[in-house]
């Protein structure tokens, strides 16, 4: 089921191409601190709410380097980041359900130099994917698989309440105007885009854009307020005409 949907709805896998080594631990040079990283499962995210839970001093940070993973994970993962207000330090990479759930649940979050942040859609995404021009979704997904699309709308739109960031954070490089000039795996936004989307992220140098293998892996958008609020109404008319499940009830 979980392999389907990534084919069939463009669903947030990460960005590696092989699993990511998997380890969750305190930091041997602060006790405050976990250290996650690999990919996000909902195995892994219980060790790290195990580790959280039950340590003996206060975890008050997390680092945390992850190319993304199961999408229910990385919504249970963020409000644990988010109800422990937990301070994130993205290391080397954080993408896809990373970036669309642990980076926009803290309010305080750091990005290494080098450090790659980038979106490449979420629970809004069937909308704009090509895969679904010219064709009902409810359409083209067995029971199952739109069961599956409802409860993560639904999951989503909860999540981006709670945490009080704007949901469009990770479809808005996949809207018209901006998807045609994608030229990179994932999307993000220069610094002032991003708090005017609710998100509190400061870089330790330049907005990294290329791995370190030199791949150019994420586009930075910058965005005038103008044709963000645009991007915003444009993108609340749609959803109001698609009326997809729950995706009529707008963000």
Not at 37 to 65: C, H, M, R, W, Y
Not at 95 to 114: K, L
Not at 166 to 171: D, E, F, H, K, R
Not at 183 to 211: C, M, P, V
């Amino acid at each position: 089921m979980r392999n389907l949907l990534v084919v069939l709805l463009l669903t947030l896998t990460g960005c590696a191409s092989q699993p990511e080594p998997f380890s969750v631990v305190v930091d041997p040079l602060s006790a405050n601190t976990i250290v996650y990283s690999g990919e996000i499962t909902a195995d892994n995210v219980a060790s790290f709410e195990e580790l959280l839970t039950n340590s003996p001093t206060k975890i008050e940070s997390l680092i945390i380097n992850s190319g993304g993973g199961e999408v229910f994970a990385g919504i249970r993962f963020g409000e644990l980041v988010y109800q422990y207000k937990l301070k994130v330090i993205v290391d080397k990479v954080c993408a896809s359900s990373c970036a669309n759930y642990i980076a926009t649940a803290s309010n305080d979050v750091t990005v290494r130099e080098g450090g790659l942040l980038g979106w490449h859609g979420g629970a809004l995404q069937p909308i704009y994917a090509p895969v679904f021009n010219n064709q009902s979704i409810n359409k083209r997904l067995s029971k199952d698989e739109n069961d599956f699309l409802t409860r993560w709308q639904q999951a989503e739109l909860d999540f981006f309440n709670k945490i009080k960031v704007n949901q469009t954070v990770t479809v808005i490089g996949m809207m018209p105007g901006l998807h045609d000039k994608r030229d990179a795996q994932l999307f993000s936004y220069d610094q002032k885009t991003l708090k005017r989307l609710g998100l509190h992220i400061a870089y330790e140098g330049e907005q990294a854009t290329h791995s370190a293998s030199g791949e150019y892996v994420v586009q930075i958008f910058s965005l005038s307020p103008e044709v963000l609020d645009l991007l915003l109404i444009q993108h609340s008319k749609i959803l109001e005409q698609e009326k997809i499940g729950l995706l009529s009830k707008g963000i």
